[in-house]
C-alpha cells in the first residue's frame, strides 16, 4: 500500500501564496503520475494540477498561478499556490498513480486525507 502525507493548507489573504506537500511512503514500485485535486463545499471534486513522465497539466483555472514539482527522489509533489482568489477555497486532496510490484494489476490510485486551503480576508 502507499500512504500520502500532506502538508502547507491554511488561511491567507487573497493574492497571497501558499505552498502545499504531498509526501509518498509504502510498498512503492513506481510512480506514474502525482498531483492535486480539489474540492469545494457544494461541489464535486477537480483536478487541478498533475505531473506525470515529465509532462504536466493544470486546471484552466490555475494556469499561470499555480506551479506543480515533484522530487522523485523524495517521492513527494508540490504545489506553489500564488494569487490566490477565494474561489481557491477547498480541500486540496494529494493524487497517486502507483504500482506496488512489476505487475501491471498491482496499479491503484491513492489519495491523501486532504487539507483545508482558505482565501479569504
Known amino acids: 500500500q502507499v500512504q500520502l502525507v500532506e502538508s502547507g493548507g491554511g488561511l491567507v489573504q487573497p493574492g497571497g501564496s501558499l505552498r502545499l506537500s504531498c509526501a509518498a511512503s509504502?510498498?512503492?514500485?513506481?510512480?506514474?503520475?502525482m498531483g492535486w485535486y480539489r474540492q469545494a463545499p457544494g461541489k464535486e471534486r477537480e483536478s487541478v494540477a498533475i505531473v506525470s513522465s515529465g509532462t504536466t497539466n493544470y486546471a484552466d483555472s490555475v494556469k499561470g498561478r499555480f506551479a506543480i514539482s515533484r522530487d522523485n527522489a523524495k517521492n513527494t509533489v508540490y504545489l506553489q499556490m500564488n494569487s490566490l482568489k477565494p474561489e481557491d477555497t477547498a480541500v486540496y486532496y494529494c493524487y497517486c498513480d502507483a504500482n506496488i510490484n512489476w505487475r501491471s494489476a498491482s496499479r491503484r490510485d491513492y489519495w491523501g486525507q486532504g487539507t483545508q486551503v482558505t482565501v479569504s480576508s
Open positions: 509504502g510498498s512503492i514500485f513506481r510512480i506514474n503520475a
